[in-house]
């Protein structure tokens, strides 16, 4: 499969960030989607993340600015099915999945909220 094409980007970021904005603004203060290949993976800033009693205010602000990786998106050449990937802490690296419907393709917002129940409190 060929890399993401410069509009299905735009448009993903755009119906990311719309989705963000609506139906997780209490805990997602904002989404970054990075491109490779034919990959698009996914980071949120969390609105109250989990923060160690006796953080310094700077390791806290740090905390605050450090993206939580979500997952990956695999482009299909529909703008409709992309494939997931859960973003593994463990290994750093990403396993391929399926999402609340039991399928490995859904539409972004439907993936993004599959990873978005893993990783946001």
């Not at 448009?11 to 904002?30: F, M, N, S, Y």
């Not at 969390?46 to 160690?52: K, L």
């Not at 703008?79 to 039991?102: E, K, N």
Request: a negative charge; hydrophobic letters at 35%; aromatic letters at 12%.
């Amino acid at each position: 499969m060929d890399s993401i094409p410069e509009y299905a980007r735009h448009a993903l970021e755009e119906r990311l960030e719309t989705h963000t904005r609506t139906a997780w603004a209490e805990r997602c203060a904002g989404v970054n989607v990075r491109f490779r290949g034919r990959y698009a993976y996914v980071e949120v800033f969390d609105n109250d993340p989990w923060v160690m009693p006796g953080s310094t205010k700077d390791e806290k602000e740090q905390i605050r600015q450090t993206p939580v990786k979500m997952c990956r998106l695999g482009w299909t050449g529909d703008m409709q099915l992309w494939d997931l990937a859960f973003h593994r802490y463990s290994d750093g690296r990403y396993q391929p999945s399926i999402d609340f419907d039991g399928l490995g393709r859904s539409g972004p917002e439907a993936c993004f909220d599959c990873a978005a129940q893993v990783y946001l409190r």
